[in-house]
């Protein structure tokens, strides 16, 4: 016979006072009259239930991202624009977050790929003095939010890790208000500070590492124009390890002498995975009975991303990258080998998969291929040509959906176009592209070890993100911000 489940739980209390109760309602009016309720409301309006019983990391994030008002850029359901946890997919797969969870790296690093600026504190990053005086700043804030990554058992309560955002503070009681996602099971609830502050004094089995709390804001322009660190694959780990752990340790022990040689030591044996370490963020969209124009928007978005890819293949680090893939240095090697997926057909094909995934809701592309791959060209007469690839996505037998890449199209071929036999082949983001980003996200400390003094001075020259333009110097840090949350979660080095 089925077994008839669980129906909430009893709060543990003390130590926590339920929100509803008449003691917590008799704090949530003596904070607000202290003015350190500011940030509720926001949260309130978006307050959700996890809805998978490991999602509360996605869930809490959802809540904060949509308090802060930030436009996902991309559709919910129908033509509606919002956070919703089954999209919180870019730095694992939903399907391994609803076994094992989100660790508190990369919570971090999602919420920034989202939009969000991203402050992050494990506990021993951290006092309680500073934890206190930033959850007061929050509380009195519309505009900043903390999330919380603890251990429930400090609180009497059932589980291990958690993640829930803090709702209010009050002052004379220095009591929290945890905003508890798992809503079927536990209320919200206040909660002594330095009783979270010792909650999240305990170590994720996952990582090794401490809990900690981050808080979060909002950025002032698109958090990823063109590309993303991706860890949705298997292999991410041991790429993130062989770039920042082996790569400074191979510098280290070879006698290099010029970039060239700085070059085939990253590139020559590389994880299998290297290459789809860093991801080109692509406009992807459903197909609407034909309609071939596009809005100011997309015309707009496309047009940065045709500056930004410009921008790096007019770096000098570029062209020794372009000459090294060229040269026998690079032949049969892994990343030579992945040249032929430059093509933009074949890119294309796996791109409009992934954005039937996004546009559909579902985020498992098995079962679906990608076919009727077209090519046009629009606008080839504007300053800013587009390259349009369609594509119909069968899932099994019964379901087909019709989607789009736009893409940036080329508009000065002797600059900055890839070429196949003299012919223009688009500005869509290629290998030599993804590896000069690579090799600029990387932390400096990564080429100290260069034994040749002006080798080293060179490499560093051309890797810098002081002269770089102002687009691209933001892309950089960004996926060196990335590059970093996601290192601290392996327990690697990170700047």
């Not at 993640?163 to 004379?172: C, D, K, N, R, V």
């Not at 789809?276 to 707009?300: C, K």
């Not at 688009?426 to 080429?447: E, I, K, N, Q």
């Amino acid at each position: 016979m089925a077994s008839a489940g669980l129906y909430r739980r009893v709060l543990p209390s003390p130590p926590a006072i339920d929100f509803a109760s008449p003691e917590g309602k008799k704090i949530f009016s003596e904070a607000l009259r202290q003015g350190t309720m500011e940030g509720f409301f926001k949260l309130i309006s978006y307050y959700q239930t996890q809805s998978e019983p490991a999602y509360c990391g996605l869930a809490t994030l959802t809540v904060v991202l949509n308090a802060l008002s930030i436009d996902p850029g991309r559709k919910w359901k129908g033509p509606w624009r919002w956070f919703d946890d089954s999209m919180l997919d870019c730095c694992e797969p939903l399907e391994k977050i609803k076994v094992q969870g989100i660790t508190f790296g990369k919570v971090a690093c999602l919420a920034r790929c989202n939009g969000a600026k991203v402050e992050p504190f494990r506990w021993n990053e951290s006092t309680v003095h500073d934890f206190r005086n930033r959850v007061i700043s929050c509380c009195t804030s519309e505009d900043r939010h903390v999330i919380v990554s603890y251990y429930r058992k400090t609180f009497n309560q059932t589980g291990e890790g958690h993640f829930s955002p803090l709702g209010g503070y009050h002052a004379e009681r220095d009591m929290v208000l945890i905003l508890d996602v798992t809503r079927y099971k536990y209320p919200p609830h206040w909660v002594p500070l330095t009783l979270l502050w010792n909650a999240m004094n305990t170590i994720d089995p996952s990582t090794g590492l401490h809990r900690g709390y981050m808080v979060l804001s909002r950025l002032n322009r698109a958090p990823s124009i063109l590309y993303t660190v991706s860890c949705r694959h298997e292999g991410w780990s041991i790429v993130a390890k062989f770039l920042t752990e082996d790569v400074p340790l191979l510098l280290k022990s070879e006698d290099l002498k010029d970039i060239q040689e700085v070059l085939s030591v990253v590139f020559k044996s590389p994880p299998s995975e290297l290459r789809n370490f860093i991801t080109w963020v692509a406009e992807v969209r459903r197909q609407e009975d034909g309609n071939l124009t596009l809005s100011e928007e997309e015309r707009g978005r496309l047009a940065i991303k045709a500056d930004l890819l410009e921008q790096i293949r007019t770096t000098a680090l570029f062209k020794h990258v372009t000459r090294w893939l060229d040269s026998e240095k690079s032949c049969c090697n892994n990343i030579a080998n992945l040249r032929d997926k430059d093509m933009l057909p074949a890119l294309a094909a796996g791109v409009c998969c992934q954005g039937a995934d996004l546009l559909t809701g579902c985020r498992s592309s098995g079962g679906k291929c990608c076919s009727q791959i077209d090519v046009k060209h629009l606008n080839v007469d504007s300053e800013n040509p587009v390259t349009l690839v369609s594509g119909t996505v069968t899932n099994g037998s019964s379901s087909e959906q019709g989607v789009d890449v736009l893409v940036p199209s080329c508009q000065k071929p002797n600059r900055l176009c890839l070429s196949n036999e003299g012919h223009c082949i688009g500005m869509h983001p290629s290998t030599a592209d993804v590896l000069t980003v690579l090799l600029l996200a990387l932390p400096l400390r990564t080429w100290s070890g260069i034994k040749e003094e002006k080798l080293r001075e060179e490499v560093t020259s051309l890797l810098t993100t002081e002269d770089l333009p102002p687009l691209l110097q933001e892309e950089v840090l960004f996926l060196r911000e990335q590059l970093h949350f996601l290192m601290t979660d392996i327990g690697g080095p990170s700047h």
